[in-house]
């Protein structure tokens, strides 16, 4: 079988900056190699990092006669995802079309109404199951028989039984040499980078934050054993070269007994080497932190959110606290480990003293003690934050990701994507205030946003929103306030 899997280009956002978070598509890597074990022809076109242009990705999408066409996407990139859909039923009329990844994985139904030319949705882990439906195309079993999946019959909407948990020892690692890997690359100084290296080592979190959709995707946190997270470590380093890991899960330290043993296999092995993680303050101790770095860990980015302690308690469930939170700080301080602190403006209920505790807690680190990361709240679907915007009358009750009338709803498209963001307690003026300082403080330029922005504005709603956050972008500049320089 000719299976092509595709990553979907992103329409707003720069894929060379490390702060968009886009990696290379392991998700797709993952099937890849599944499909190779069992003697499928694989292509994966990585619309996304290669930044191609709408013609060009046709244009590589034509080379190919698939059976199957695969589409991997989130919701920031749901609309792109769903015109290659469109492409590819229209170029191979006869190929079977799925959908995977967290967002058709969590609004299945609106996207199998909406999008007419899809055949089937992935629901969770896609490995083994895009090897069945690999066999249903072949003729070898039904659509009803696989696992994992959703579609329609007779218009309405088919979901089989869940999928059961994967063994993440028993899977080939990603097929790396299908896509693009070797542009990453890590500053390790000044004058010094050296190639960057990506791995999954466990899936989901044990928490369960109320803006997360994690466990909705993935089930309970399930994490590969040591040996074969060093086995792959040893692969990237001996054979692509790579001299600093960045391991992408969710939670790195949610068993910490775990990363104990990997750091200590990684200070047996001897390799000159580093590496990041994700983890939250809640999961690590002075002891393990010290070993993490004895083993060549450089950076740990924790989840920090927001610096008001009733937003993490009764808002969002995060079950840290800001002392907690300091204190693992200048743990790092401590041990000379680099800490990025990614927060969340916009938050249900929070007021403008709550944001103000936010930004006063990033003005403390600035730009000379930590690296900040931001975004704003989105309600994604799945997640209890998506329920109470619906109760709360933010989202009308007819909404759906997949209808262009919703495209652009209670968001800045130019600036933030097409998912609606959580305005609740404050202003437009509030949150422009604050996205004008924070995108001062990643110098990200506005200024260039705003061509598109022109091009976004469809209603009063949009003149106004855009309206509103020009006005507060022309007074801070004027105004020379924006000095993320300065000591608090």
């Given at each position: 079988m000719n299976i092509l899997l595709i990553n979907p280009p992103y329409a707003y956002i720069d894929t060379k900056k490390r702060d968009q978070g886009l990696g290379p598509p392991h998700g797709l890597g993952y099937l890849a190699a599944n499909l190779q074990k069992y003697g499928h022809e694989v292509v994966i076109l990585d619309g996304a990092l290669a930044n191609y242009s709408w013609k060009r990705l046709e244009a590589e999408m034509k080379k190919h006669n698939p059976d199957i066409v695969g589409i991997s996407f989130i919701t920031k990139n749901r609309f792109p995802a769903f015109k290659v859909i469109k492409i590819a039923r229209n170029m191979f009329p006869d190929c079977m079309i799925v959908a995977g990844g967290p967002h058709p994985s969590l609004a299945v139904q609106d996207t199998l109404e909406h999008i007419e030319e899809l055949d089937v949705i992935v629901i969770g882990e896609g490995e083994q199951t895009i090897v069945e439906l690999a066999q249903v195309r072949q003729g070898k079993r039904t659509l009803s028989d696989v696992s994992g999946i959703a579609y329609l019959e007779k218009g309405e909407t088919v979901m089989t039984d869940r999928r059961e948990r994967l063994n993440l020892d028993d899977l080939p690692f990603p097929a790396r040499e299908l896509y693009y890997h070797n542009n990453f690359m890590e500053r390790i100084s000044p004058r010094q980078k050296v190639p960057l290296g990506f791995i999954v080592s466990s899936r989901g979190c044990p928490g369960n934050c109320s803006f997360c959709s994690s466990v909705r995707v993935w089930g309970k946190w399930k994490a590969r054993t040591p040996g074969n997270v060093m086995k792959e470590i040893e692969l990237l380093y001996n054979s692509y070269g790579k001299r600093v890991i960045w391991f992408v899960?969710?939670?790195?330290?949610?068993?910490?007994?775990?990363?104990?043993?990997?750091?200590?296999?990684?200070?047996?092995?001897?390799?000159?080497?580093?590496?990041?993680?994700?983890?939250?303050?809640?999961?690590?101790?002075?002891?393990?932190?010290?070993?993490?770095?004895?083993?060549?860990?450089?950076?740990?980015?924790?989840?920090?959110?927001?610096?008001?302690?009733?937003?993490?308690?009764?808002?969002?469930?995060?079950?840290?606290?800001?002392?907690?939170?300091?204190?693992?700080?200048?743990?790092?301080?401590?041990?000379?480990?680099?800490?990025?602190?990614?927060?969340?403006?916009?938050?249900?209920?929070?007021?403008?003293?709550?944001?103000?505790?936010?930004?006063?807690?990033?003005?403390?680190?600035?730009?000379?003690?930590?690296?900040?990361?931001?975004?704003?709240?989105?309600?994604?679907?799945?997640?209890?934050?998506?329920?109470?915007?619906?109760?709360?009358?933010?989202?009308?009750?007819?909404?759906?990701?997949?209808?262009?009338?919703?495209?652009?709803?209670?968001?800045?498209?130019?600036?933030?994507?097409?998912?609606?963001?959580?305005?609740?307690?404050?202003?437009?003026?509030?949150?422009?205030?604050?996205?004008?300082?924070?995108?001062?403080?990643?110098?990200?330029?506005?200024?260039?946003?705003?061509?598109?922005?022109?091009?976004?504005?469809?209603?009063?709603?949009?003149?106004?929103?855009?309206?509103?956050?020009?006005?507060?972008?022309?007074?801070?500049?004027?105004?020379?306030?924006?000095?993320?320089?300065?000591?608090?």
């Open positions: 899960d969710n939670n790195f330290t949610a068993d910490m007994d775990r990363v104990e043993e990997i750091c200590d296999r990684l200070i047996h092995a001897r390799m000159n080497l580093e590496w990041i993680c994700y983890c939250r303050t809640d999961g690590i101790t002075f002891s393990l932190l010290e070993k993490m770095k004895k083993s060549g860990c450089r950076e740990v980015i924790f989840g920090l959110e927001s610096g008001s302690q009733r937003i993490l308690d009764e808002v969002i469930a995060k079950g840290t606290t800001l002392e907690q939170n300091e204190k693992v700080l200048q743990w790092c301080d401590q041990l000379e480990i680099l800490k990025m602190m990614d927060f969340i403006i916009s938050h249900p209920s929070e007021t403008v003293e709550d944001l103000e505790k936010t930004m006063l807690l990033i003005r403390k680190y600035g730009r000379k003690n930590a690296v900040v990361a931001w975004t704003t709240m989105h309600p994604y679907p799945g997640t209890k934050i998506y329920k109470m915007a619906i109760e709360n009358g933010l989202l009308p009750p007819d909404f759906s990701w997949a209808d262009e009338r919703f495209r652009g709803y209670q968001t800045l498209s130019a600036v933030h994507g097409d998912v609606p963001i959580f305005v609740d307690k404050l202003s437009w003026f509030d949150f422009s205030k604050v996205l004008v300082e924070l995108s001062a403080y990643e110098d990200y330029s506005l200024w260039s946003k705003m061509g598109k922005a022109i091009k976004d504005i469809h209603s009063f709603s949009d003149l106004k929103k855009y309206g509103v956050l020009g006005f507060e972008l022309f007074k801070q500049k004027i105004s020379g306030n924006l000095d993320w320089d300065k000591e608090y």
